[in-house]
């Protein structure tokens, strides 16, 4: 009885703050729409039609690939990182996840921010590599797909890093020395024991970086320029200057499911417990 | 323990009421609040003060960063604005939505003071629900150290010569709209041929564009590391003010007259009271100071008269001859939005 007594302010949170929000998107989504864009309250499909344009497909298109871009090169750089981290003694480990959490502590607009005065034509890295004579002309590096890319990598990459050093560290080391012991090579006992083990944490982090990184309008406006539309930037467009929440409803939505089919999928494999055909 | 808790519920919820405050009439007769929602950094502090005083009136103060956010916030309700400073495309929207209060111009003596042409604009065509409070023009702000040659048309935006070296707003309407002027077409066109031929001239400038941008693109215009930006002639005036080198011009082409104006939301109770600040606001040497602090040009004439003879004759901020040739206002396009939506969208992610 207590316990449930406790999980009240939790039930009433949920209720509040997730649930109705999300009802309150989904019966907007098939709502019509006024000449100035208000809410009328007749069954349309017309909001989920219209994002079959081509137009819009590529948009979508363009946020998935980008996103699972950014979370293959969190997982690339990621994984080695939390390897390094969970081999180390215990004070290094937490000095190394302690450096790896600080910038979080930074506001995350104001990181980006940051990425643009160093990537500006007169930003520190072109003033640095004028100077020491790489290049005579400043390079185009704000503005570009990869400065986007690289905002991504670096905001999400700890949530890549992380949840792979928990798995890392709890693993059980018996288990690798019997491999060891077996006679498995070095890569052999990373493939068949070490990977497999920590494909949980692997799934975590990936869903963890690919959210973010698919409904991100900030980093794509800031270091892109307004020069790529992603699904962010549509749905931020729609509310704030289209004056067509419904649409922008419809493409939240879209999005919800998209997610969840993801995180579906995702936690099939890790119950199965193979999961390299995931990549 | 139920019922304590019950208890101290109820308490804490009477008591944050109170705390609220509910406002009361003073002295001169006057209700004792009123609530100014406003641009951020767009009236001189000291003419709040000055009111507050005159008149024992307390002014709560909030800002908001568009007209989109105003908007959002009045339709909400739950708020009590008695004040507002929408744009000229916002007051038409706002008109329509039945969101505004209509002005009783027998409480605004001061209106006098605005010059002719600032009345009666399409927007709101008798000046029923608005009152102009500052006015300006867009056009491209360019850096004379790199830009060879005099300067007078929006082709300029589309010479390959400067390939990323071009800023342009990134702000549907803003954008189309010049691409449509420089066509020779209405600012405000319902064509959807028009708005396609527009689309496509954009879509063959983009190669050349280094960001669609609204914030940012100053700081790069200041450091000079762009050529030239589409820009509003209140941006424009503090650029110069920073860099020397930079220069404002209108196309001869023509293009968008903006007007921010004071209205009144149907949020507000207290209606005499915020008749009382717009009639103030309009006194000639409050708009002078505000003028002066904001540096936007001030559709008063009567304030004009009282600036400095610089300002008055700076042509950027203050155009000669009929601006009504020079420009066209938005209007408001209703259902036709979602296409201008779409094909910024298109042009954006082409």
């Known amino acids: 009885m207590k316990k449930q007594w406790l999980s009240v302010p939790y039930g009433i949170w949920a209720l509040v703050f997730s649930i109705a929000p999300i009802l309150i998107i989904a019966v907007y989504s098939f709502c019509s729409r006024s000449a100035y864009g208000n809410i009328i309250y007749e069954f349309t499909a017309e909001n989920y039609g219209k994002f079959l344009e081509p137009i819009y497909i590529n948009v979508l298109w363009r946020s998935v690939l980008l996103a699972t871009q950014s979370t293959l090169a969190c997982f690339i750089l990621g994984y080695p990182m939390a390897m390094i981290i969970a081999k180390s003694t215990i004070k290094k480990r937490n000095i190394m996840v302690m450096l790896f959490v600080l910038p979080l502590w930074t506001n995350f607009l104001l990181r980006t921010y940051a990425w643009m005065v160093l990537l500006r034509d007169q930003g520190v890295i072109n003033q640095f590599l004028i100077y020491i004579g790489i290049i005579d002309e400043p390079l185009k590096l704000l503005y570009s797909h990869n400065a986007v890319l690289l905002g991504m990598v670096y905001n999400f990459l700890p949530f890549m890093v992380l949840p792979i050093y928990s798995v890392l560290s709890k693993l059980d080391n018996s288990l690798v020395e019997a491999a060891e012991d077996l006679g498995a090579p070095p890569w052999q006992v990373f493939l068949k024991v070490i990977f497999p083990l920590s494909l949980p944490g692997v799934i975590s982090g990936a869903i963890m970086v690919f959210m973010p990184a698919v409904s991100t309008f900030v980093i794509s406006d800031l270091l892109g320029g307004g020069q790529t539309v992603l699904l962010g930037n549509l749905i931020q467009n729609q509310f704030l200057v289209a004056r067509n929440w419904q649409f922008g409803s419809a493409i939240s939505m879209i999005m919800i499911i998209m997610i969840l089919i993801t995180m579906g999928i995702t936690s099939k494999y890790q119950g199965e417990g193979g999961g390299r055909q995931l990549w | ?350």
């Open chain 2, 1 to 350: 323990m139920k019922k304590i808790i019950s208890i101290l519920m109820i308490g804490l919820l009477i008591l944050s009421l109170a705390a609220c405050g509910k406002g009361e009439t003073n002295e001169q007769g006057y209700y004792n609040k009123l609530n100014v929602y406003n641009w951020g950094d767009y009236i001189d502090p000291q003419v709040l003060e000055d009111f507050e005083e005159e008149y024992g009136i307390k002014v709560n103060y909030e800002n908001y960063a568009n007209n989109e956010e105003m908007l959002a916030k009045i339709q909400a309700g739950g708020t009590e604005y008695d004040v507002i400073f929408p744009s000229e495309y916002m007051v038409e929207a706002m008109i329509k939505q039945g969101l505004l209060l209509a002005l009783d111009m027998n409480n605004l003596p001061n209106m006098k003071n605005i010059g002719e042409q600032f009345k009666n604009l399409p927007y709101d065509p008798d000046n029923k629900y608005s009152v102009p409070y500052f006015w300006g023009t867009m056009g491209i702000i360019y850096n004379t150290k790199k830009v060879e040659g005099q300067v007078d048309s929006w082709n300029i935006l589309w010479d390959e010569k400067y390939k990323g070296d071009i800023l342009m707003l990134d702000s549907s309407r803003d954008t189309i709209g010049i691409a449509l002027k420089r066509l020779g077409y209405s600012l405000n066109t319902r064509s959807l041929e028009e708005l396609e031929r527009a689309k496509v001239e954009l879509m063959n400038q983009k190669p050349l564009v280094k960001a669609y941008e609204v914030d940012a693109y100053k700081d790069m215009m200041i450091a000079g590391e762009a050529a030239m930006a589409l820009t509003w002639s209140g941006d424009a005036m503090l650029l110069v003010e920073e860099n020397p080198d930079l220069a404002y011009v209108i196309p001869k082409e023509g293009t968008n007259l903006w007007f921010d104006a004071m209205a009144i939301p149907t949020t507000s109770q207290h209606k005499r009271e915020a008749e009382l600040f717009i009639d103030y606001m309009l006194r000639p040497e409050v708009a002078a100071k505000c003028a002066e602090y904001v540096m936007y040009a001030t559709p008063n004439e009567a304030a004009k008269a009282l600036l400095s003879e610089d300002v008055i004759e700076d042509e950027l901020a203050y155009p000669k001859g009929d601006i009504m040739e020079k420009g066209e206002v938005f209007i408001d396009l209703g259902e036709f939005t979602t296409e201008y939506d779409r094909v910024w969208t298109e042009i954006k992610a082409k």
